[in-house]
């Protein structure tokens, strides 16, 4: 016998099977269903009740179940079986080798005792991909490898059977490589890569190449892992010198040990077939050969013995470079040195007054230095020309003989520029080649109080969390000056003057490092911004200061419960007495649960739910909007009166709230007309009592979103492109309660602040990238 169950229509999958035999009082059935793996959880795989031949109604009666509990149950109301969790085919059925899975169970009712025997068969889905066992694969060929040699890979593997496994590899494109792919005897895919081109180490050291496997679902999967093949080196090349022949003139008198020349050969192979040995070839006379020293390691060539111009000017020399591998390569260069007589004797500087420290406004043209120039040498050997680096703000005046100098100031000095001065004076004689010596002077220069402190920012911009600890660290500010000692030791203070006492009067300053203390708590609903100045004096003489603009923002937080404006009665309580016909319909308004909080934001968005009802089937409560409604008709075994408690909660971190009770009376048609006539005035009352609390939020709250305007857009206009236009458009919404969405971007933190977004809306913001200031969007409704 077969069935088939399409309860939906992704159902298309599910085959059923049914091979029933009836032996006794016992149904001893084998239904068989077949599902793809990772069906979603609750999906319906087959109505049991209607493939066993069973009646829906009696199910719960004959308390059916499965003997299976993890991943499948039976809804006793339907006789569906459906999925409670995932099922994995790879986990269920681990063995690679294993074309098919099936999870078996049995189906029990009483009374009588019936037992049915499932088997589920979960079908392969192509969710795995391949994947290689090493991600990197290293592989060591010699550059003299022939052509055709064939290298093994290691080959990928794929979770999945039947054609979702491995099919086939690809290569990335390479002129010397290329694969080939082979067929076990259990039928797995693996690759070999062959050489198709012979490897050049000196052109090509190393092969990057991918791999990648790709197995044969629909749609396929691939898995990748990075061939790298480094090419092992041979002796194939011999050094070469970077010149053919060298030409060095060293003087006369440089010392033993002193650098001629060092030679340079390279060679391109690798390891010991690079490694170079110098020598001198045989043709290179005993005597040069004592006059220099060739390090063979390096090649460096050194002066061995002293040098004579007159005794020898030239020195000729042949130098072989010779690699270490087994079979040696070896090349030679020519090196000619040539001998120069020089001027043996330098100038002298004699500094005979300094002055050491100068100030930094000291005028252009003060003596810092005199100095007498001498030189052993005679001619033009022993004359001197002295000079300064050109960047220095000094110059050389000469005396009219030439044989003293004079070093004074160019301009003015600046000590935050310059602290200390190093000169260094070059004196060089006009022999061939010329020699020189050098003297350094040392001048500091000693400051003067010309520059103001100047502040890190100006303004400031700080956030304080209302309910603050009086007498505590709130933010502080920092000033720098950029003259030294007592010229740059800053002291703060408020400026009581321009600020009045109303700020100062709660705050007070460190003197020493600019920290600002609260000498009160803060209460955002009382104060939310002020500013003040603050004062940087330094103590030079006479001292220079400067002042800067601190704006403060004071924060909310969730310090106000949520206040009951309807329904309150004549003393006070949150309590009201509604009265409604028992012919109204579904969905008829009874009342409407008004509340406001103080706070804003997350902390004054409100959320009602109802804590207490008589009759849940009954009456419903909007949380969003405290509209209490129908949910159907009144009948006659309805109780007459209701009580409902709703609770009114806001979104702070730590949420407070406040409870009002409804009480509602459900009287005849009739009766409802001639009570609503007296209790219209009565309500009427009291709306217009509740409209005139709201009218003043209202009027209060306009006029700080007015502020809030008027600032940001002179804010806008000193700093920033106008972007207003751009940040806020209109939005649909309903309710009475006061909504806000804070974000950060950077380090600068935003809030949109307007009413309870009705479901469906959407609000756009569009904020400039380099937005300097926190935009406050404000909207109420009442």
């Not at 499932?118 to 990197?136: G, S, T």
Request: hydrophobic share 35%; glycine share 6%; net charge negative.
């Amino acid at each position: 016998m077969e069935s088939h169950c399409l309860v939906q229509p992704w159902r298309r999958y599910v085959s059923v099977f049914l091979l029933l035999s009836t032996t006794m009082n016992m149904a001893s059935a084998v239904t068989h269903y077949s599902i793809p793996e990772e069906m979603e959880e609750g999906s319906v795989i087959a109505n049991l009740a209607t493939d066993l031949g069973l009646d829906v109604k009696t199910l719960n009666r004959r308390k059916m179940r499965l003997d299976v509990v993890k991943y499948l149950d039976v809804n006793k109301e339907t006789g569906e079986l459906y999925i409670v969790e995932k099922m994995d085919r790879e986990y269920l059925c681990s063995s690679k080798t294993a074309t098919t899975c099936f999870l078996k169970m049995e189906v029990i009712i009483e009374n009588p005792v019936r037992i049915f025997n499932i088997e589920l068969e979960i079908v392969d889905i192509n969710d795995n991909a391949p994947r290689f066992r090493r991600d990197i694969i290293n592989l060591d060929i010699s550059e003299s490898t022939p052509a055709g040699e064939r290298f093994s890979l290691s080959n990928a593997i794929d979770p999945d059977v039947g054609t979702n496994s491995v099919k086939t590899y690809h290569i990335s494109e390479s002129d010397h490589f290329d694969i080939e792919i082979q067929t076990g005897r259990d039928g797995s895919k693996f690759a070999d890569l062959i050489l198709k081109k012979a490897l050049n180490r000196e052109e090509h050291p190393v092969h990057n190449l991918i791999l990648t496997a790709v197995d044969g679902g629909v749609p396929a999967r691939s898995g990748t892992a990075n061939i790298i093949v480094r090419v092992l080196d041979t002796n194939d090349n011999a050094p070469q010198f970077d010149k053919d022949s060298y030409n060095i003139n060293i003087m006369e008198n440089s010392p033993i040990g002193s650098l001629v020349v060092k030679l340079n050969a390279t060679d391109l192979d690798e390891g010991i077939n690079s490694e170079i040995v110098y020598s001198y070839s045989l043709y290179t006379s005993e005597k040069t050969q004592e006059t220099f020293s060739l390090n063979p390691n390096n090649g460096e060539l050194k002066v061995k013995g002293g040098l004579d111009f007159e005794e020898k000017q030239v020195y000729e020399m042949k130098i072989l470079a010779a690699d270490t591998g087994a079979v040696s390569l070896s090349t030679h260069c020519n090196v000619l040195v040539r001998v120069e007589d020089v001027n043996d004797n330098r100038p002298e500087i004699d500094v005979t007054s300094l002055s050491r420290r100068i100030p930094e406004d000291a005028p252009p043209g003060t003596v810092v230095a005199l100095m007498g120039m001498t030189d052993l040498d005679s001619g033009v050997n022993g004359q001197v020309v002295c000079s300064l680096p050109k960047d220095l703000p000094f110059d050389l005046k000469p005396s009219p003989d030439g044989h003293f100098y004079s070093l004074v100031t160019n301009g003015f000095l600046d000590k935050e520029s310059v602290a200390r001065y190093d000169i260094t004076i070059t004196a060089k004689d006009l022999g061939t080649p010329p020699l020189t010596s050098t003297k350094v002077i040392q001048v500091e220069v000693v400051d003067v109080n010309d520059n103001n402190p100047l502040f890190t920012e100006n303004p400031y911009t700080f956030y304080v969390v209302e309910n603050n600890k009086p007498g505590m660290p709130i933010f502080s500010v920092s000033a720098s000056d950029f003259d030294d000692g007592e010229n740059a030791a800053i002291t703060y203070s408020l400026d009581r003057g321009s600020t009045g006492q109303i700020v100062t009067s709660f705050l007070n300053i460190n003197e020493g490092n600019g920290t600002i203390y609260a000498l009160k708590s803060f209460d955002f609903e009382t104060l939310k911004t002020f500013q003040f100045h603050i004062i940087a004096k330094d103590s030079g003489t006479p001292s220079l200061n400067s002042n800067v603009t601190v704006n403060v923002f004071i924060l909310d937080q969730n310090d106000n419960a949520p206040v009951i404006l309807y329904p309150v009665s004549a003393n006070g309580s949150a309590e009201g007495v509604e009265e409604i016909p028992r012919n109204v319909n579904a969905g008829h308004l009874v009342t409407k649960v008004r509340a406001y909080d103080a706070d804003i934001g997350y902390n004054g968005w409100l959320l009602f739910s109802l804590q207490e009802v008589t009759d849940h089937s009954l009456f419903a409560l909007d949380r969003y909007t405290g509209q209490i409604r129908t949910l159907r008709s009144f009948t006659e075994t309805d109780e007459a009166e209701h009580k409902l408690v709703i609770l009114v909660k806001d979104n702070g971190n730590v949420s407070l709230s406040a409870t009002a009770t409804v009480i509602i009376n459900v009287v005849e048609p009739k009766e409802a007309f001639a009570a609503s006539d007296v209790k219209s005035a009565v309500k009427d009352e009291e709306e217009n009592s509740v409209t005139f609390y709201l009218i003043i939020t209202l009027g209060s709250v306009s006029a700080l979103f007015l502020i809030s305007i008027i600032v940001l857009i002179v804010m806008q206009c000193s700093k920033a492109p106008d972007y207003s236009s751009k940040y806020l458009q209109d939005v649909n919404y309903d309710g009475t309660l006061c909504h806000s969405i804070q974000y950060r971007s950077g380090d600068k933190r935003y809030m949109l602040v307007g009413p309870r977004m009705s479901i469906g809306s959407t609000i756009y913001v569009s904020l400039p990238p380099l937005s300097k200031h926190p935009f406050i969007f404000t909207r109420y409704l009442i």
